[in-house]
C-alpha cells in the first residue's frame, strides 16, 4: 500500500493559526508585539524571496517586522555594529541575518554576535548548547518543524528507532538532539557510514538530510517506516529532495513529498521562535 503523505502545506497551515492565536493572546497581556528583524546583505535573488516571505508572514501573524537592506559593500565591522544595535533596541525580539553573507564578511563571527536571546535562528553556540543539556532556548527551524509536523499530525517519536541522515549544524545535529530528548533512540549517519542502506533500513523514522537528489531509495527503507526528506535540490528547472519520492513511497508508511512537505513548516517555526524570544527576554 503506498505511503500515506505528509502535506507540509497544509500541516503548515495549522501552525500558522497556532503562532497567530499565541502572538494575539501575547499581545493582549503585554500589550507589545513580537517584533522582527531580518538583515539582507547584497543582492542574492534567492534570498531576497526569502526574505520578502519571512516579511509578508511576519504581517499576516501580527508580528511587527522590519527589514535591513545593506550593500553588498558592507564591511564586516559595519554590519557587527548594525547587529550591536538591535541586540540593545527592546522593540526588536528577533535577529536573522540571511545567509549566505558576501565572501569578505565572516558569517560565524557574525551569528555570534546576535544576542542568544535574540537568535531566531537558534544557531548561536548559547542555543547549541541549551538544546544539548536540556534547558529551554531557541531552536533551530528546520528540524523543529520537523518535530511540530509529526507532533500536528499526531506521529509519536518515543520508543522508536530514528536514523538522522547528515550530521549539519543547522539541520543533522539539532534535529538528532530534538528526537532523542523526545525519547527515539536515535543513530546519526554521515558521508563515512559504512553499509550506509543496512543502517538506513533500521529507522522506523528516517530523516533524510544531506543535500543529494534522490539518493534514498526503496532498498534503504524499512516497510512501514516515517521518511521524512528535509532536502531540497534544484535538478534542470525541478525541484528534489533527497528521497526518490515515487519509488520510497511504496514501501514507506509517511511520507514528506518536495516541495510541500518540510519547507512550509520552516518559516512558521521562525515566527514561533521570534515569539519564543519575545517572552524569554520578558522573563529576564
Ligand atoms: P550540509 O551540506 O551542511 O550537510 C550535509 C550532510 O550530509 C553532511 O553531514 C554530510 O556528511 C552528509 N552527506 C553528504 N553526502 C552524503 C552521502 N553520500 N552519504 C551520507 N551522508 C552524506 O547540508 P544541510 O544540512 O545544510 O542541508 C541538507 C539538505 O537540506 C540540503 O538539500 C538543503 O538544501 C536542505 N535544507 C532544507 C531546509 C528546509 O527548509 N527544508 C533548510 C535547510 C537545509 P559529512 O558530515 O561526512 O560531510
Request: hydrophobic content about 40%; proline content about 5%; glycine content about 8%.
Amino acid at each position: 500500500m503506498a505511503a500515506q503523505i505528509l502535506d507540509g502545506k497544509k500541516i503548515a497551515e495549522q501552525l500558522t493559526e497556532i503562532v497567530k492565536r499565541d502572538v494575539a493572546k501575547f499581545e493582549a497581556a503585554r500589550s507589545i508585539k513580537p517584533g522582527l528583524t531580518v538583515i539582507i546583505v547584497g543582492e542574492n535573488p534567492a534570498s531576497k524571496v526569502y526574505v520578502n516571505r519571512k516579511h509578508k508572514a511576519c504581517e499576516e501573524l501580527g508580528i511587527a517586522s522590519e527589514v535591513v537592506r545593506l550593500p553588498e559593500t558592507t564591511s564586516e565591522e559595519q554590519l557587527l555594529q548594525e547587529i550591536d544595535r538591535l541586540n540593545s533596541d527592546n522593540r526588536v525580539h528577533g535577529i536573522l541575518v540571511q545567509l549566505p553573507l558576501p565572501k569578505h564578511i565572516n558569517s560565524e563571527l557574525v551569528l555570534e554576535r546576535i544576542s542568544p536571546l535574540k537568535d531566531v535562528d537558534g544557531f548561536h553556540p548559547v542555543n547549541v548548547g541549551n538544546l544539548t543539556i536540556g534547558k529551554e532556548g531557541l531552536v533551530p527551524c528546520t528540524p523543529y518543524g520537523v518535530i511540530k509536523m509529526l507532533e500536528i499530525s499526531g506521529i509519536s517519536v518515543e520508543g522508536k528507532r530514528a536514523v538522522v541522515l547528515g550530521r549539519s549544524n543547522i539541520v543533522g545535529k539539532p534535529m538528532t538532539m530534538l528526537l532523542m530528548s523526545r525519547n527515539a533512540t536515535v543513530t546519526v549517519c554521515h558521508s563515512r557510514t559504512k553499509d550506509l542502506a543496512a543502517v538506513c533500513r533500521e529507522g522506523d523514522i528516517l530523516v533524510a538530510a544531506i543535500g543529494k537528489p534522490e539518493f534514498v531509495t526503496k532498498d534503504m527503507v524499512k516497510p512501514g517506516a516515517i521518511v521524512i526528506d528535509v532536502g531540497i535540490n534544484r535538478v534542470g528547472d525541478k525541484l528534489v529532495g533527497d528521497v526518490k519520492f515515487d519509488e520510497v513511497q511504496e514501501v514507506a508508511g509517511y511520507i514528506t513529498p518536495v516541495p510541500g512537505g518540510v519547507g512550509p513548516l520552516t518559516i512558521g517555526m521562525l515566527l514561533h521562535n521570534t515569539l519564543k524570544a519575545a517572552e524569554l527576554q520578558l522573563e529576564k
